[in-house]
């Protein structure tokens, strides 16, 4: 089979890296792709927001099929197009991936169909929005409506930071018209995890945890990242919670999608948060998550492939899927200034240890090697028979790549 990635990231990285194994995988391509995935795919210089000129690649090359990784492209409606044209994808269509592409309709989705989730409210205002930071407590959360790269989040622990938050999304439209409306939310304490499931819109078959590390450095300070780390499994996803959100949270959702008729074929992410009332959803992702996906896939022993046609196919429950029961750790490389304004262009020396993966989120190839060429530079990924031991080797890579401006965080998987 063709099979055609769309995105070029360190969760594109890893997806194209675990379809390469499959023995039924006879071409990969990876569209716009980056330096490191350019050693196990072709990758294509056509942007993943590139609608017409996605749909126009694979029907020329006769693709089997399309995995429309990143979260904007699938907003835009970039699967439906692929199959208005006779096109097999992955993916959920658009109608459905709006539970990521508005936190509005994700929220009023969870109060409609009794999803626990944080108290809000929603403002297209910004004097209203402002008035309202008098009647709350703090800490709280201001959310852009829309997408912003994962950095449209802030937790405010003042009136003084709120506002300003406010100002910057609303007003300096510093997330552009992601951040025309926003959410003020009740502010949730707790363990975070994240909760990956296949589902072809009727059957869910779900990931193994993990946990993110959004903020910048360590102890969780500064502010919000795409993603500066991850590890699997969570320690705090115990079996009864487990079945708690499966029974409370992943089916209600998928058959609240179903009957809202957008039913929802893909990956489908919870961002939970464990709290003392219960577990209660934080967000929704309409695809695998970043860098989550870097600790997951690892761990994934089925066919990445047959699942995914499963999905498309609808008949997921035809399709065991097992996971290995080590842990896997990621630590996020990002370039000086990162989540802020960075550089690019600078070399990456890597010195390659056996046992680790190093997934490339923003490198370009060149004729003297790597070089730096986004934020978040490069996931090295590791697993152990303990967290502790994946931890260990994955920080032992860490101490044999350099880049200038290079860092990273020191705590992941230790809190």
Partial sequence: MKVLVVGGGGREHAIVWKLSQSPRVSKLYCAPGNGGIAALAECVDIAATDLDGMVQFAKDKQIDLTVVAPDDPLAMGMVDRLEQ??????????????????????????????????DYETFNEYDKAVEYLDRIDFPTVIKADGLALGKGVVIASSRDEAEKAIYE??????????????????????????????????????????????????????????????????????????????????????????????????????????????????????????????????????????????????????????????????????????????????????????????????????????VTNGGRVLGVTAMGNSLEEAVEKAYGQVESICFEGMHYRRDIGKK
């Fill in 85 to 118: 044209n006779g096109l097999r994808a992955f993916g959920p269509r658009q109608k459905a991936a709006e539970i990521e592409a508005s936190k509005l309709f994700a929220k009023r989705l969870m109060k409609k169909y009794v999803i626990p989730t944080a």
């Fill in 169 to 370: 999304m609303m007003l300096a439209e510093k997330f552009g018209q992601a951040g025309k409306r926003i959410l003020i939310e009740e502010f949730l304490t707790g363990p975070e995890v994240s909760m990956l499931v296949f589902t072809d819109g009727k059957t869910y078959e779900p990931m193994v945890s993990s946990q993110d590390h959004k903020r910048v450095y360590d102890n969780d300070r500064g502010p919000n990242t795409g993603g500066m780390g991850a590890f699997s499994p969570s320690p705090h996803y115990t079996p009864e919670i487990a079945a708690y959100v499966e029974k409370s949270i992943i089916k209600p959702t998928i058959n609240a999608m179903r009957c809202e008729g957008r039913p929802f074929q893909g990956v489908l992410y919870f961002g939970l948060i464990l709290t003392d009332s219960g577990p209660k959803v934080l967000e929704y992702n309409a695809r695998f998550g970043d860098p989550e996906t870097q600790v997951v896939l690892p761990r994934l022993e089925t066919d990445l492939l047959d699942i995914m046609e499963a999905v498309v196919d609808q008949r997921l429950d035809e399709v065991k899927v097992s996971w290995s029961d080590q842990a896997a750790a990621c630590v996020v490389l990002a370039s000086k200034g990162y989540p802020g304004s960075y550089q690019t262009g600078c070399p990456i020396e890597i010195k390659e240890k056996p046992g680790c993966f190093i997934f490339h989120s923003g490198t370009k190839k060149t004729g003297q090697g790597f």
